[in-house]
Each structure stands twice: as structure tokens, then as C-alpha cells.
């Protein structure tokens, strides 16, 4: 799942306006996986205008200047315009940086994508212009990991005050129910990203029990929901 916020280009004046972004983005998440050269990311021009697109990459901070970031990960082009009803693609490439990244886990990148919309041409009186900012997660995957997306369930369990991930991915979980008992009651409030190899912390308000069986929803890589069992 991605984040949006809005920036604001120029402010002068206008009684009502709507910002949204008409430059669709067809991925909610990328993975790139280290044997592969480039992952690509699929845009869509649905408005009647030439959009300028600018885009780059960056390791979790979303202040950070894309001028200052030196990182395994880059998108090419880094702008483009794309003409109404028009399509194209990003391509994220790998450098030598690659080499100095985590090779019994997933690195977590994040694409940024800001879809700047052209000036009015026959403009008259005041008016707002908005440029929207889409962030979606970037799972680097290398190559030949020791366990498989399949048998996630057989790895993830309640420890304590946290939810111990011992597989090489990041797993995002949408949602918890109980097997049995309060079934169709969500014991978290927002979803969690599960490091690799790492006891992540939740919200205790809702805590969790070594001794009950759970189902955890998740998100797989083709962004759509799935349930898993997680036993006691």
C-alpha cells in the first residue's frame, strides 16, 4: 500500500479546487529481485494535458534531496512528460552499491513520484496549482534467500510483547483476527511493517497471546490481501 501528499507548487487564489493525481501509477509495491537487472513501474496519463512526472529514490526519509541521496537503487528517466492519455515507464536499475547490501535479506527502498501539472495557458484571475507526491515501497530481494514466500506462516509468531518475523522479508500485515473466539474482530489499529529477522513491536491495546492461534492478514507481492494462519 502507498502514501500521497500534496505540495504545493504556487498559491494564489481559488474559491474551490479538487487535487488529485492524474498521473496513475498501476503498482501499489515493487519488488526488484536481485538476479533480474531493472523492476519496472507502469504511469498513466488519464488527464487531457501533457503532465511533467519527476521521480527518484530514497532509503526512508521523505525530506531527503534527491541530489543528496547516493543509493544501490535509481529510477530512470528521473523526468518526463507524458502527453494525455499516454503511458510510460520507470525502470529502477541497480549500481555497484548493490554489492554492499544485506544478502540473506530483503533492503527497503522507496519510490517517489511527483505528478506536476502544466500551467493554464489561457489563465485568467487567480488560480492554485498542486503537484501530488506518491510514495510506494521498493522490496530489494536478493537473490536465492533460504526460505520461501510460501511458508511464511511457519515463521511468524507472537513472542512476548512482539510479533517475531524470523524470514528475509518485510511483511506488511493489514490486519489480525483470532482462529477461534472473536472472530471478525481486527486486534490492530493500523497496519504493521514486520522487519526481517527482527520481534516487532504493535499496539498493546488489543495484546496478543503466545497461547492463541491467530490469522494475519498480509499483503503479497502483487499488492492484494491474503490471509495466513499463524499457530500456536
Known amino acids: 500500500m502507498f502514501r500521497k501528499s500534496i505540495l504545493l ?4 487564489f481559488l474559491s474551490t479546487f479538487t487535487a488529485y493525481a492524474s498521473v496513475v501509477i498501476n503498482n501499489t509495491r515493487v519488488i526488484f529481485n536481485g538476479d ?20 527518484w529514490i530514497d532509503n526512508g526519509n521523505p525530506d531527503a534531496k534527491p541530489e543528496d541521496l547516493k543509493l544501490a537503487l535509481a529510477v530512470v528517466p528521473a523526468v518526463v512528460r507524458i502527453d494525455a492519455d499516454n503511458g510510460q515507464v520507470l525502470n529502477i536499475i541497480k549500481n555497484d552499491l548493490v554489492a554492499a547490501l544485506p544478502k540473506d535479506r ?25 503537484a501530488v507526491r506518491s510514495r510506494l515501497k521498493v522490496f530489494y530481494r536478493p537473490a ?7 511458508s511464511l506462516a ?8 512482539c510479533i517475531k518475523n524470523e524470514t528475509p522479508y518485510f511483511v506488511t500485515v493489514v490486519g489480525i483476527e483470532e482462529s477461534s473466539g472473536k472472530k471478525g474482530l481486527n486486534l490492530i489499529d493500523k497496519a504493521l511493517l514486520l522487519r526481517p529477522f527482527s520481534c516487532n ?24 490481501q491474503r490471509a495466513i494462519d499463524i499457530s500456536r
Not at 9 to 12: G, P
Not at 37 to 52: C, D, G, R, W
Not at 106 to 130: A, M, R, T
Not at 144 to 150: E, F, K, V, Y
Open 106 to 130: 530483503e533492503s527497503l527502498f522507496w519510490l517517489n513520484i511527483i505528478d506536476i501539472p502544466p500551467v493554464p495557458q489561457h489563465k485568467s484571475g487567480n488560480y492554485l496549482q498542486f
Open 36 to 55: 533480474k537487472k531493472s523492476a519496472n513501474v507502469q504511469l498513466m496519463n488519464k488527464s487531457s494535458e501533457t503532465h511533467l512526472v519527476q521521480s
Open 144 to 150: 536465492g534467500l533460504a526460505i520461501s514466500q510460501s
Open 9 to 12: 507548487c504556487s498559491l494564489l
Open 154 to 161: 511457519q515463521h511468524i509468531r507472537v513472542q512476548g510483547g
Open 201 to 224: 513491536a504493535y499496539d498493546r491495546r488489543h495484546p496478543l497471546s503466545e497461547q492463541t492461534s491467530y490469522v494475519f492478514k498480509i499483503i503479497d507481492d502483487f499488492g492484494t
